[in-house]
């Protein structure tokens, strides 16, 4: 019923920027907040930033200050604007969307697959 996709994943020098976007498919009734993870080789996944229905936002120390998440709920697309990147936010980035109530289900969670995001230095 519902489905993530990332984009916007590629190689970029450390400084640089990158936005990566997070559409989702389906009919989508409400949820209760979009997040963005990420999972370098070797490492468990990490929380990155979220944002609730509300338009609250939260995001890792590790990323503060650098990293922007937003949404428009018309497109039901999730943004992360990533700048200021340093080697250490290589990862595959996965788009999160919690409680999401759709035609089908109520208070279902989605993952998307995840896009690249490689940093160098």
């Known amino acids: 019923q519902v489905q993530l996709v990332e984009s916007g994943g590629g190689l970029v020098q450390a400084g640089g920027s990158l936005r990566l976007s997070c559409a989702a498919s389906?009919?989508?009734?409400?949820?209760?907040?979009m997040n963005w993870y990420r999972q370098a080789p070797g490492k468990e996944r990490e929380f990155v930033a979220a944002?609730?229905?509300?338009?609250?936002?939260n995001y890792a120390d590790s990323v503060k200050g650098r990293f922007t998440i937003s949404r428009d709920n018309a497109k039901n697309t999730l943004y992360l604007q990533m700048n200021s990147l340093k080697p250490e936010d290589t990862a595959v980035y996965i788009c999160?969307?919690?409680?999401?109530?759709?035609?089908?289900?109520?208070?279902?969670?989605?993952w998307g697959q995840g896009t690249q995001v490689t940093v160098s230095s």
């Open positions: 999160n969307a919690l409680g999401v109530r759709s035609a089908l289900y109520s208070r279902r969670d989605y």
């Open positions: 389906g009919r989508i009734f409400s949820f209760n907040a």
């Open positions: 944002i609730t229905s509300g338009s609250s936002t």
